[in-house]
């Protein structure tokens, strides 16, 4: 299985948003954001032409952002799994992986740090960050079965810049 890990787009300023009183959870992404999106996303697909499954954290820069890449894939729209909230447990994402281990190729769309934890959790086991992921950045991983800890072996990593150049 191929494993597709996408940070969210640029959000509105975390303080900024805070004077709003609304849950961080909520903050969206800015308009300059959602248009590096679309062409982030058509470079993730130069590079990953097809995706049989698209999830998401539930938090609404995420959700935002995957539903540009659910756009550009053809998919109606991204699962919400609590699997890849910022603070999730590693183990409750490698169980959600099993529950999809017929795929081929899932993109998750997530957070920073958590995601690049994540990835170098599923990597080489520790739970401290190897890597480093921008925002709108993506790095693929290869598994020979589903995703589990200490297995996946690193394809690429590549920052929105790379991604948006592929794209044009």
């Given at each position: 299985m191929n494993l597709l890990?996408?940070?969210h787009a640029?959000?509105?300023d975390k303080d900024v948003f805070a004077q709003s009183g609304k849950s961080d959870d909520l903050r969206p992404l800015t308009e300059a954001?959602?248009?590096k999106m679309r062409a982030i996303a058509r470079g993730l697909r130069s590079q990953v032409p097809k995706l049989n499954h698209l999830a998401s954290s539930p938090l609404t820069r995420s959700?935002?952002?995957a539903a540009i890449l659910a756009k550009s894939y053809g998919f109606a729209e991204p699962e919400l799994t609590t699997t890849l909230s910022?603070?999730?447990a590693f183990e409750g994402f490698e169980a959600w992986c099993k529950t999809h281990e017929a795929l081929r190729a899932i993109a998750i769309v997530g957070h920073e740090p958590h995601l690049s934890s994540l990835v170098t959790w599923l990597m080489a086991g520790p739970h401290d960050s190897r890597l480093q992921l921008k925002k709108g950045g993506a790095c693929l991983l290869e598994f020979d079965a589903a995703p589990r800890r200490d297995s996946g072996t690193l394809l690429w990593l590549l920052t929105p810049r790379q991604l948006r150049a592929l794209g044009a």
């Open positions: 890990v996408v940070r640029i959000a509105m954001g959602t248009k959700v935002e952002t910022p603070e999730a």
